[in-house]
């Protein structure tokens, strides 16, 4: 979707934590990740059981370099998961949690 009937959208008043997402979807992949992270933190904040933005936050994160925000991003979203029986969003963030935990870990390895 385009940019801008999306944040037309959001200035009409039909403020979401889908239309958030998707903002923040297509900033991201527009290379404006802070306005991204600033839409996906509104995200959470509007809908905190809402797993697709806790995914995407810790992802954004991750490219941020942000590896505590990821791992917390995605903690949280595997908790809400979990509550709600959402197996697949729960199971692609232990995955990506579980990538980062190798990532972190092998440049300590690698100075061994």
């Known amino acids: 979707m385009d940019i801008h009937a999306l944040e037309k959208m959001l200035k009409n008043g039909r403020d ?5 997402l998707s903002l923040a979807v297509v900033l991201q992949q527009s290379g404006e990740l802070q306005a991204a992270l600033t839409h996906l933190h509104s995200a959470v904040q509007q809908d905190p ?3 697709a933005a806790w995914k995407a936050l810790g992802k ?4 941020l370099e942000d590896t505590d925000g990821a791992r917390q991003a995605w903690q949280q979203g ?3 998961a979990r509550q709600h029986g959402d197996k697949q969003a729960q199971k692609e963030m232990q995955i990506f949690l ?5 990532q ?5 390895n690698a100075a061994d």
């Not at 979401?16 to 958030?20: D, E, F, I, Q, Y």
């Not at 579980?98 to 190798?102: A, N, S, V």
């Open 16 to 20: 979401s934590a889908m239309l958030r």
């Open 49 to 51: 059981q809402y797993t």
């Open 60 to 63: 954004l994160q991750l490219e």
């Open 78 to 80: 595997i908790e809400i």
């Open 98 to 102: 579980k990538r980062l935990g190798k």
């Open 104 to 108: 972190i870990s092998r440049p300590a």
